[in-house]
């Protein structure tokens, strides 16, 4: 039997182009979010930490994949909030999952659960959490983590994480911030957090101070590529890539092939 797919969160930058993703190779997907901005793909409104909520919306739908990438903007919430949303909400999905029989479970972290500020270059998933996370949202993130990793194989439910650093839509490469900013505004709708952070330095002319000697390593990531490691995770939490390679209860970094300098 195909899947059915539920994309919690996708009315947001990634979660849209997941639930696309899915939708144009033929599959069944809804979106569960608290914000409905888009009406071709069926639609669920709902907070996720509502446990009620999450339990009536999964039996609707009959979601057999869940693909979790809500939370509130790293910079954008109250911390209780962030504990709202990422912990308990993800605690109310991972209950209603093995309550209804859910078969598979993917869910978005980001890879600053490991930073603690220090350089971090060439690591791999071994790496330790940080031992003490830079904000709240990491905090969360780290603790939303743990409770999806703990559930795998509890109930026949595959859980996955997947560790994206920053996430752009579709842009290449420009030297003028003018000009990457003006073809991302055009290429990018629905990123709310990097084109609005670098418009507002941009127009408050803060665009003049340069930390570092131009050559500090950073990780972005093509949001299509993001999505399209979930739809490969999803995929994969069934079929592993090996008997070695399993999917599930494993944690992968999303990251791009080659090294971007800002
Ligand atoms: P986004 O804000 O565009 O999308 C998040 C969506 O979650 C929004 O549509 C929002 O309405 C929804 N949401 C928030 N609270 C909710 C709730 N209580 N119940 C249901 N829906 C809720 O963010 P994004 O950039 O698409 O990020 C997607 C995921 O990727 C997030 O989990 C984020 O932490 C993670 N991530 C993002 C980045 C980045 O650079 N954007 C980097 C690393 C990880």
Redesign the pocket.
């Known amino acids: 039997m195909p899947d059915v797919y539920l994309v919690?969160?996708?009315?947001?930058?990634?979660?849209?182009h997941i639930a696309k993703q899915l939708q144009d190779r033929g599959d069944n997907v809804s979106v569960?979010?608290?914000?409905q901005?888009y009406d071709d793909i069926p639609f669920y409104h709902?907070?996720?930490?509502d446990e009620g909520v999450v339990l009536s919306v999964l039996q609707q739908c009959g979601a057999t994949c869940i693909i979790h990438?809500?939370?509130?903007?790293?910079k954008s919430a109250a911390p209780e909030q962030f504990w709202?949303?990422n912990v308990d909400?993800t605690k109310a999905l991972i209950a209603a999952s093995t309550r209804l029989g859910i078969n598979k479970f993917v869910y978005?972290?980001?890879?600053?659960v490991v930073f603690d500020g220090s350089d971090l270059e060439n690591i791999d998933e071994s790496h330790p959490y940080a031992r003490k996370p830079l904000d709240v949202?990491m905090e969360t993130?780290v603790q939303a983590e743990k409770i999806v990793l703990a559930a795998n194989g509890k109930d026949g439910l595959s859980t996955v994480v997947l560790?994206?650093?920053?996430?752009?839509g579709k842009v290449s490469r420009y030297s003028s911030i003018t000009f990457c900013l003006f073809i991302h505004s055009l290429h990018s709708p629905?990123?709310?957090?990097?084109i609005a952070g670098l418009y507002a330095t941009y127009m408050t002319g803060r665009t003049n101070i340069q930390i570092g000697n131009n050559r500090n390593l950073t990780d972005w990531t093509a949001?299509a590529n993001?999505a399209d490691a979930h739809v490969l995770a999803a995929d994969r939490l069934s079929t592993p890539i090996s008997p070695d390679a399993p999917v599930a209860g494993e944690i992968f970094f999303i990251t791009n092939d080659e090294p971007w300098y800002f």
């Open positions: 919690i969160g996708g009315s947001g930058l990634l979660g849209r569960l979010d608290i914000v901005r709902g907070d996720i930490s990438c809500a939370s509130p903007h790293a709202k949303v909400g978005t972290s980001s890879s600053g949202y993130k560790r994206p650093s920053g996430i752009f629905g990123d709310r957090q990097l949001v993001v």
